[in-house]
C-alpha cells in the first residue's frame, strides 16, 4: 500500500512554552501542524460539532502532530494555533462583509505578543504575582487553559440552571484563575474572596493586567473604511473563518 507524507509547518507558541513544566511537550515552544484535508473538512461541516460548539477544538486536534495534551494549552497559544490553521489551511488572506463593505485582512499580519518572561514568578511553572492596588491584597493567578475553559463553561452552565437570570461567568473565571490570596490557597477561601470582597475596581485592573502581558494573538485590526473613518475591530471567528466557501 502506498505511503504518504502530510506537509506540515512547525508554529511558534506566544508562551514560548515557558508556562508548561519542563516534561510537557509544550515546553518546547513550538507545534507542529499539518495542512488541511478532505478530514478536516468534514470536521468543518459536521452540523452536529457545530452545534454543539466543539467544531473548532476537533478541528486543531485532528491538525496537531505534536504528541501533546490538548486540553494544556493556555488560551493565547490555542489562539495562535487557530489562526495557523486558517492561514494552512486556506491562505492568509481572510475577508468579511461588515457594513456592505468586503474587508479583507492579512492574517500573517495579526501582531503576537509574547509572554513577559518577567512576570513569571518561575520558569515553567504557571503562576504570576499581582497586588490589587485598592484593596492591596497580594494574589497568584495563572492563565486559563483548555481544560480551565471547559470546566468554566460548565460551572456557569450549572449555576445558570438554577438561577436563569444569573450572569456567574465573571466571578467563576476569577475563581478558577486566582491561586491564592495573601498566601492561602484554600480553594473555599478563594472563592469566598471573590464572592464578598475582591473589589470591582481591582477586578478590573487584575483583567487589565493580564491582557496587557498575557501571551496571545491580537484578533482586532485597524480599519480604514471608505469614507477615511478609522475604527478598532474585532476579527470575526464563525465557522466561515475556516470553510470560507460554506453557507454555513
Given at each position: 500500500?502506498?505511503?504518504?507524507?502530510?506537509?506540515?509547518?512547525?508554529?511558534?507558541?506566544?508562551?514560548?512554552?515557558?508556562?508548561?513544566?519542563?516534561?510537557?511537550?509544550?515546553?518546547?515552544?513550538?507545534?507542529?501542524?499539518?495542512?488541511?484535508?478532505?478530514k478536516?473538512?468534514?470536521?468543518?461541516?459536521?452540523?452536529n460539532?457545530?452545534?454543539?460548539?466543539?467544531?473548532?477544538?476537533?478541528?486543531?486536534?485532528?491538525?496537531?502532530?505534536?504528541?501533546?495534551?490538548y486540553?494544556?494549552?493556555?488560551?493565547?497559544?490555542?489562539?495562535?494555533?487557530?489562526?495557523a490553521?486558517?492561514?494552512?489551511?486556506?491562505?492568509?488572506?481572510?475577508?468579511?462583509?461588515?457594513e456592505?463593505?468586503?474587508?479583507t485582512?492579512?492574517?500573517?499580519?495579526?501582531?503576537?505578543?509574547?509572554?513577559d518572561?518577567?512576570?513569571l514568578?518561575?520558569?515553567?511553572?504557571?503562576?504570576?504575582?499581582?497586588v490589587?492596588?485598592?484593596?492591596?491584597?497580594?494574589?497568584?493567578?495563572?492563565?486559563?487553559?483548555?481544560?480551565?475553559?471547559?470546566?468554566?463553561?460548565?460551572?456557569?452552565?450549572?449555576?445558570?440552571k438554577?438561577?436563569k437570570?444569573?450572569?456567574?461567568?465573571?466571578?467563576?473565571?476569577?475563581?478558577?484563575?486566582?491561586?491564592?490570596?495573601?498566601?492561602?490557597?484554600?480553594?473555599?477561601?478563594?472563592?469566598?474572596?471573590?464572592?464578598?470582597?475582591?473589589?470591582?475596581?481591582?477586578?478590573?485592573?487584575?483583567?487589565?493586567?493580564?491582557?496587557?502581558?498575557?501571551p496571545?494573538i491580537?484578533?482586532?485590526?485597524?480599519?480604514?473604511?471608505?469614507?477615511?473613518?478609522?475604527?478598532?475591530?474585532?476579527?470575526?471567528?464563525?465557522?466561515?473563518f475556516?470553510?470560507?466557501?460554506?453557507?454555513?
Amino acid at each position: 500500500m502506498a505511503e504518504f507524507k502530510f506537509p506540515t509547518e512547525q508554529v511558534e507558541l506566544p508562551s514560548k512554552g515557558l508556562v508548561y513544566s519542563k516534561d510537557n511537550p509544550l515546553s518546547s515552544g513550538v507545534i507542529e501542524m499539518k495542512y488541511m484535508t478532505a478530514k478536516e473538512e468534514d470536521i468543518l461541516t459536521n452540523q452536529n460539532y457545530i452545534k454543539d460548539g466543539t467544531v473548532v477544538d476537533r478541528l486543531l486536534k485532528s491538525l496537531i502532530m505534536s504528541k501533546i495534551n490538548y486540553d494544556d494549552l493556555v488560551v493565547g497559544d490555542k489562539n495562535a494555533i487557530m489562526i495557523a490553521a486558517r492561514v494552512l489551511g486556506y491562505g492568509k488572506d481572510y475577508s468579511f462583509e461588515y457594513e456592505n463593505e468586503t474587508i479583507t485582512v492579512d492574517l500573517s499580519e495579526l501582531e503576537q505578543r509574547f509572554i513577559d518572561e518577567e512576570a513569571l514568578l518561575e520558569k515553567h511553572v504557571n503562576l504570576f504575582k499581582y497586588v490589587l492596588p485598592h484593596s492591596k491584597n497580594e494574589i497568584t493567578f495563572k492563565l486559563l487553559n483548555t481544560k480551565d475553559e471547559t470546566a468554566i463553561k460548565s460551572e456557569v452552565k450549572g449555576l445558570q440552571k438554577l438561577d436563569k437570570k444569573s450572569s456567574p461567568e465573571l466571578s467563576t473565571r476569577l475563581k478558577h484563575m486566582i491561586q491564592s490570596i495573601n498566601g492561602d490557597d484554600d480553594s473555599k477561601t478563594i472563592r469566598d474572596f471573590v464572592d464578598n470582597y475582591m473589589l470591582a475596581r481591582d477586578s478590573r485592573a487584575l483583567r487589565e493586567y493580564i491582557r496587557n502581558f498575557q501571551p496571545d494573538i491580537n484578533l482586532s485590526f485597524t480599519h480604514v473604511s471608505s469614507d477615511g473613518n478609522e475604527r478598532e475591530l474585532a476579527l470575526p471567528m464563525t465557522v466561515s473563518f475556516f470553510w470560507p466557501d460554506s453557507d454555513l
